[in-house]
């Protein structure tokens, strides 16, 4: 089943080598190019119709208005974007540490107890199943609605299922033929576990870290929309989009867009240094 | 694909024995994970009323102290935590002080109202995904221009639109069905662009063979070989519709769904914790009963395809 | 048309694989071959040879570099457009989430059959591979040989004028293949079509043709043309007769040695009708039935 695949680099396999760089450099351009274009000309046409609609419609504001917003609310007093940022960043990345060592210990505790393990997989399907961020009042009230570490919890049970459910999977879905391998070097069952299983589960473990970063944002975001301290994005974005600030929410908006990009780049890159022989086989994301 | 390794050799593979033995193997299998599943809600349970017992506040039935745990840690307090009696029989008493409905029927009402929003949603956003997934995979050029985007998506918290949207178009069931919508096309579409291109190369080439049209190619091959990863999308889009529109409804002024009672009751949450806790159990039932009848399509659907289709 | 009159006519056929823009492979090089109405010819030769190509290229399903098909007197994409081919893989193909008639009805829905002329013909093709009983199952609940046996089926569906076979039996056991030869001749006989049959198995050739063609890989060409005398209707006796051992040492032979010619059974050779041969050991025999190219 490997045939196709949505392809998202230019130039398949076996082209390397035998082009100029300067032919490679044109074919990736040509590549990349209507998304490019696409990218430029929304900007465009969003920067066009809001100017010609300037002082009537407030639901979007021009990109330059935006980026306007996002320079004088930076230390504003009302919309503290970039404290803003920080602390939303502060509750994410928390929770997703938190999520994600939970979800790794369990996941480690669990995947020599084959029921242990028949448990573990099925709740976490129910859990994907179940609007966690419904509790996220809940939170609120246990840890204290102003305190942080209750959007730092929400976040964490988000990000814990996934993790937990995709290294169990891959501690599990060990090559049979490796275990035997490994057993016929008499190998003790430690030693199974950290030269077969953990790098078997590494790539399973990258792909759940990616769609947790994304999932540690939404849950501390959402947590945030339920009340809360103010200094934060989601706040600012209730809030704002209450009283028609739609400047600001768009502001808001671009920083938890570009903070989950750079998370999930920044955990994309760690994948590529951790497990290059994996990446490197892969033509998909 | 068949699996050869559940096949019988072909001298002894008579048509009713394969079928019964699949069938049987089906049934062990969803009865051992019916007996697992309440383990673990069992488990939970026990350890929920085991940390009251021992380090909850005193219990207390009609006013007498029945028991005083040894311990205490705050939080096994019965605001954090109420008893699990407390918070079943709070589905039984009068959701608002001197009404009539009961808390239940009030929470299936807004279980419904919520549902059919998130339904919506969920309807137009499968709709779209499946509709540009097929733009996409035959279009190069489409795809490169917008699949990137679609694929971005995923990496950011497309939900901080929510409150933009509801302020922009009013708070109204419109919203919050738009909401549900955009939050099930992203996975919807991105699954569909990889289900109708996972099919068999040489399918591809025996239909070729045939000379069959594009459109017979899509219908006959592409299409049911992508239904694996269209239910797979489902039951995340499922999930989504729901987030969607409990979010949508809770910062807006949606009166009669999920996720203004849960705001209302978090308001209340010091006087009747168990209000919220039946909120939270009714959005949970939703999200499950939603999930489980796309999977029960879902197993009808791809019944043919042989076990793990 | 004539009974001798060629089905299939290849006329130079060059296929050259890019990679990377420059470098080149060429998997087929300069091949010419005819192939009458009603023959069984088997393409052989090591992996690399180019044989899967050569009869992609049959099928229209890749085009030559150079050179010319004609199929029925027509080139290759009006043959494939008129729905001339019947197409057979190694894996069965079939659609999992279609029953058994399904499968075999597939070819007959693009083609435009009404329904009941749909059914009846599946019915018919089904009963042909002895399968009438399992029309309402689905692929996964029949064997590996049963599968194919459905793939078969679907390729005669609409009576294509050429069957192409591509390694059809390589995935499964030895009893279950020499099973499945016996099947494709009887069907064979049944319905008179032309087969070309890719295969690496030297006893599977020898068995099932009229004539094998014997490539040699890198770059692909045809080293030899044997034809296959052997008595017809063919039986699991046929397979010890001394005849067919000659013959499958000849193909060993003509695949071991590319360069030379002229072994016991080579280009519509010599010793053909009169199948007098010296008595051999068996154990040569067993040997050569053995032996299958890698």
Not at chain 1, 110 to 123: G, K, Q, Y
Not at chain 2, 82 to 103: D, M, S, T
Not at chain 2, 221 to 235: C, G, M, Q, V, W
Not at chain 3, 140 to 155: E, F, K, N, T, W
Request: net charge positive; glycine share 8%.
């Amino acid at each position: 089943m490997s045939a196709v695949v949505v392809r998202t680099r230019p130039g398949g396999a076996g082209g390397r080598g035998q082009e100029t760089w300067s032919g490679r450099w044109v074919r990736r351009l040509r590549f990349y190019l209507p998304a490019v274009v696409v990218f430029v000309g929304t900007l465009a046409v969003w920067q066009v119709f809001a100017n010609a609609l300037a002082g009537k419609v407030t639901v979007l504001p021009a990109p330059s208005v935006i980026v306007e917003t996002l320079r004088n609310h930076w230390d504003d007093a009302r919309y503290p974007l970039g404290a803003a940022m920080q602390g939303t960043l502060t509750e994410a990345l928390g929770g997703l540490a938190l999520g994600t060592l939970a979800g790794v210990l369990v996941a480690l505790a669990s995947a020599r107890f084959l029921t242990a393990r028949d448990i573990l997989l099925p709740v976490a399907v129910a859990a994907s199943a179940i609007p966690i961020i419904a509790m996220a009042p809940l939170f609120n009230a246990w840890f204290g609605i102003l305190n942080p570490l209750s959007k730092m919890m929400m976040a964490a049970v988000l990000v814990f299922f996934p993790v937990m459910a995709n290294v169990t999977l891959g501690l599990v879905s060990v090559d049979k033929a490796a275990l035997e391998l490994t057993r016929s070097y008499a190998s003790s069952e430690w030693a199974v576990v950290r030269k077969v299983r953990i790098p078997n589960a590494l790539p399973y473990f990258f792909t759940a870290l990616k769609l947790a970063t994304t999932l540690s944002l939404i849950g501390a975001i959402v947590a945030e929309y339920f009340g809360g301290q103010r200094n934060v994005l989601g706040r600012i974005i209730v809030e704002s989009a209450s009283s028609l600030a739609f400047d600001v929410t768009w502001a808001a908006i671009m920083l938890g867009a570009a903070s989950g990009i750079v998370t999930y780049l920044v955990v994309a890159l760690l994948e590529r240094l951790v497990i290059p022989w994996h990446a490197s086989q892969r033509s998909e994301q | 694909m068949s699996n050869p390794a559940l096949a019988a050799p072909a001298g002894l593979a008579s048509p009713a024995t394969v079928g019964m033995r699949v069938r049987a193997a089906g049934r062990v299998l969803v009865s051992r994970r019916a007996r697992l599943a309440l383990f673990t809600v069992g488990l939970a349970l026990l350890f929920w009323e085991g940390g009251k017992l021992l380090f909850g506040v005193p219990w207390r039935a009609d006013g007498a102290l029945i028991w005083n745990p040894p311990f205490r840690i705050p939080f096994f307090n019965d605001i954090n935590l109420p008893h699990i009696w407390a918070v079943l029989g709070g589905f039984f008493q009068p959701w608002q002080r001197g009404k009539e409905l009961l808390l239940w029927e009030y929470l299936a009402g807004a279980a419904l109202f919520t549902w059919r929003e998130a339904g919506l949603g969920f309807l137009f956003g499968s709709a779209i995904g499946l509709v540009l997934a097929t733009v996409f995979v035959h279009s190069r050029l489409l795809e490169r221009a917008f699949v990137p985007y679609v694929i971005a998506s995923q990496t950011i918290p497309i939900i901080a639109l929510a409150p933009l949207i509801i302020s922009a178009f009013g708070q109204s069931m419109g919203s919050v069905v738009l909401i549900a919508t955009y939050l099930v096309f992203f996975p919807v579409t991105i699954a569909m662009i990889r289900g109708l291109r996972s099919f068999d190369p040489r399918a591809l080439e025996l239909m070729r063979s045939y000379a069959s049209p594009r459109r017979a190619i899509y219908w006959k091959l592409r299409l049911p070989a992508s239904l694996p990863y269209f239910f797979t999308s489902l039951k995340i889009a499922a999930t989504a519709s729901i987030v969607g529109a409990i979010i949508g409804e809770a910062p807006g002024g949606i009166q009669n769904g999920l996720g203004r009672v849960i705001v209302t009751f978090s308001n209340y949450y010091a006087t009747g914790p168990e209000k919220l806790w039946c909120a939270v159990i009714a959005s949970a039932l939703l999200g499950l009963v939603f999930y489980g009848l796309i999977a029960l399509v879902e197993a009808r659907t791809l019944r043919g395809r042989g076990p793990a289709g | 048309m004539t009974d001798n009159a060629p089905v299939v006519r290849l006329d130079g056929i060059t296929m050259t694989f890019s990679r990377g823009g420059q470098a080149l492979t060429t998997a087929l090089e300069k091949i010419d071959l005819e192939i009458r109405r009603g023959e069984f010819v088997s393409l052989i030769g090591p992996s690399g040879c180019g044989k899967s190509t050569l009869l992609r290229i049959i099928g229209d399903l890749i085009a030559p570099t150079a050179g010319e098909v004609t199929v029925n007197g027509k080139p290759a994409t009006r043959a494939r457009l008129d729905r001339d081919y019947g197409m057979v893989f190694q894996a069965p193909v079939l659609f999992d989430w279609r029953t058994v008639q399904g499968n075999v009805e597939l070819p007959l829905e693009i083609l435009r059959f009404d329904r009941a002329k749909r059914t009846a013909r599946a019915r018919e093709m089904l009963e042909l591979v002895e399968l009438g009983d399992f029309v309402r199952h689905h692929p996964y609940q029949l064997s590996g040989g049963m599968q194919q046996r459905v793939a078969i089926a679907r390729a005669l569906a609409f009576e294509p004028s050429i069957l192409l076979m591509d390694e059809p039996f390589g995935a499964l056991d030895e009893m279950t293949r020499e099973r499945m030869n016996l099947e494709v001749l009887r069907i064979w006989e049944q319905t008179g079509t032309t087969v070309v049959f890719v295969t690496h198995s030297i006893p599977e050739a020898v068995f099932l043709s009229s004539r094998v063609v014997v490539m040699s890989p890198r770059p692909g060409r045809i080293t030899n043309i044997i034809d296959i005398d052997l008595q017809r209707p063919r039986n699991d006796a046929t397979r010890e007769t001394e005849r067919y051992f000659e013959l499958v040492t000849a193909v060993r032979e003509a695949l071991h040695h590319p360069g030379s010619t002229g072994s016991s059974g080579s280009t519509s050779s010599t010793s053909s009708s009169g199948s007098a041969a010296g008595p051999r050991p068996p154990s040569t025999g067993r040997l050569a039935v053995e032996g299958a190219v890698g």
